[in-house]
């Protein structure tokens, strides 16, 4: 029984870890393991490489995200366990069981019973590794269904020749904690540090992009011949440049680094030309828009092309009229007070002219839009609502058209909830509220830049609000 550990870089103590819960002979590996560890700090691949270095552990894999609900993944795991034997066990003769049965769990036991028993046959006593790779990333994920596989080897006779052992792997340490009490053998993969990301990316890139062949084409297409150093230092500094540009963005997320680079690798090869391919700076300076941006845009690339001329639809927000309406509404609510509410939107303001109306008004320090949105009741919103959406003058005889003010129906209410859901306006209490309650507060949830753009787009002037408010 000798397993091989492979090697894979700054996860030496996990690997060994592994190599020590995981094991050919049953009576040596613990029924349930669990891996614990961030995105993309290296669980998937360590066990991959311990499984395809130890070809003699049987294994198979599930991935818990594709298959939504308990059901699915009880069937699947029967599936996953019954064709795996009769893949790796060929000459014993299984008598055909039907895993879409296994729609519960006392039916998946019986299914598995049903199944391995065949398999007494076998010589001697041998572990099959369920690996649920994103065991928490189910979707319809309880707090029931883990103890239900930890508990399900005592379900099943203890004198089968072949026996289930689970690894879960997890990312939410808080999942984990729940089900702190079964001690169940945990190995935790610690986030990579910002040096170890840089050393495990440059391993894994700079060959690949020594290699790519339009690196190739530049160069030729240049007339040039460069040594092979020039190429790995081309590649090398260009992966070091976007961890630094990047790092602050993606944290020490392999993957989205790893992306990063690819989609702007193009870029930067277009820019080698005869004069810079052996000045670094040069290099850099000639591209250095692609570290300064993402290079994501809100709109599909193809939509941004046809569209560069009309910035206005490309960023015209799929919100109707109502809903602006009430958008700009709650911001006038978040920042503007609300003594001077009466002055400011009261349509009959002539009444009471003249500094009476308002009292004096005192110039403020700040500008309100710098400070925190305040929080206001909903009857304000609504007020204020009613007084800035517009009012068709026209007799026009269409139900959409309006000739009183626009009052608080059941149409303004469903938008009013659906910014809620937008999370535009937000309430003061995060959760599991009475949303028409007199006491709840609201308030804004929308930078200047946008409610502007918004307000430009049903021909509002907002900013008139603002004007002559300070200095
Ligand atoms: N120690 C490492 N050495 C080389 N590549 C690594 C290492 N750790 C992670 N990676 C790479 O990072 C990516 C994400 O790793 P993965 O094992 O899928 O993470 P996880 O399963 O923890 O989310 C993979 O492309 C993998 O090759
Ligand atoms: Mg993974």
Known sequence: MVINVPSVKFRDYQVDAVSSFVSEDPSFAPPNVVIQGHHSSGKTLTMRKFFEYNPQIYNCWLNPIELVSWKPLLQHVARMISSTLANLFPDISCEEQDALEAEDFYLLIKFLHAVLRSYQLLEKDIS????????????????????KFIKLHELLP??????????????????????????????????????????????????????????????????????????????????KIIIQAFHSYTGNDIVALGDLMDSKWESYVQSITAENINEPLSLYRSNIDLYTTTGDTFVAEEEACVETGDSERATAYELSCISKFLLIAAYLCSYLEPRYDSKIFSKKSHLRAGRSSYGRRAK????????????????????????????????????????????????????????????????????????????????????????????????????????????
């Not at 840089?198 to 690196?215: D, N, P």
């Not at 709840?440 to 004007?467: C, G, Q, R």
Request: net charge negative; with cysteine; glycine share 2%.
């Open 158 to 239: 203890p004198n089968l020749r072949v026996q289930l052992k689970f690894i879960y792997i997890v990312h939410d340490t808080a999942f984990l904690s729940r089900y702190s009490t079964y001690n169940l053998p945990t190995i935790i993969f610690p986030r990579y540090k910002h040096e170890q990301v840089a050393e495990i990316l440059l391993q894994k890139k700079v060959s690949e992009y020594i290699e790519s062949e339009k690196l190739l084409c530049k160069v030729v297409s240049c007339g040039l011949d460069p040594e092979d150093s020039t190429f790995e230092q081309i590649a090398e500094n260009y992966i």
């Open 128 to 147: 099959l590794f369920v690996v649920f790779d994103g065991f928490d990333q189910l979707q319809e994920l309880d707090s029931e269904l883990l103890p």
């Open 364 to 471: 403020m320090e700040t500008n309100p839009r710098y400070l925190q949105p305040s929080l206001f009741p909903l009857e304000r919103l609504f007020s204020i609502f009613q007084a800035i959406f517009p009012v068709e003058e026209q007799e026009n005889h269409s139900i959409f058209h309006h000739t009183e003010p626009m009052r608080a129906n059941v149409e303004v209410y469903e938008n009013l909830a659906e910014l809620n859901s937008l999370k535009l306006i937000t309430t003061a209490t995060p959760k599991n509220v009475d949303y028409l309650s007199y006491k709840l507060k609201w308030k804004v949830n929308v930078p200047w830049e946008i409610i502007t753009e918004l307000a430009s787009s049903v021909n509002f002037d907002i900013a008139d609000y603002f004007s002559g408010l300070h200095y």
